[in-house]
Nanobody, 129 residues
Framework: QLRLADSGGDLVQPGGSLRLSCKFS????????IGWFREAPGKEREGILC????????YVADSVKGRFTVTRDEDKHTTYLTMNNMKPDDTAVYYC??????????????????????WGQGTQVNVSS
């Protein structure tokens, strides 16, 4: 059974950094696109980073471009979202997500249209002084 377990949320000061983890199990990473989404109070869930490990394509939302990056450690079955120069607007519940690569047209579609089959449980990030 495919499972995603995200963790690492915390309180961070503006300008600070944080790394979230998403441990995946029950599937082979190479067949799935992985994404990071966030949902702020009163706002829709937003796709911020989606990647296709098969062809190396990546989508990055303008709101996090230049500040957030995604990496993975396949030996540990874990993907990481590293967030730098954080802002109060980054406050949200963050979710990792996965979908079969063959079921999406692109990572752009995955992130912008929320073409997601599997979600993590979410982890809270607060950016405040």
């Amino acid at each position: 059974q495919l499972r995603l377990a995200d963790s690492g949320g915390d309180l961070v000061q503006p300008g600070g950094s944080l790394r979230l983890s998403c441990k995946f199990s029950g599937f082979e990473y190479i067949h799935y696109a992985i994404g990071w989404f966030r949902e702020a109070p009163g706002k829709e869930r937003e796709g911020i980073l989606c990647e296709n490990s098969r062809d190396g394509s990546t989508y990055v939302a303008d709101s996090v471009k230049g500040r957030f990056t995604v990496t993975r450690d396949e030996d540990k079955h874990t993907t990481y979202l590293t967030m730098n120069n954080m802002k109060p607007d980054d406050t949200a519940v963050y979710y990792c997500a996965a979908e079969l690569i063959d079921w999406i047209a692109s990572v752009h579609e995955m992130c912008t249209l929320r073409r997601v089959g599997y979600w993590g449980q979410g982890t809270q990030v607060n950016v405040s002084s």
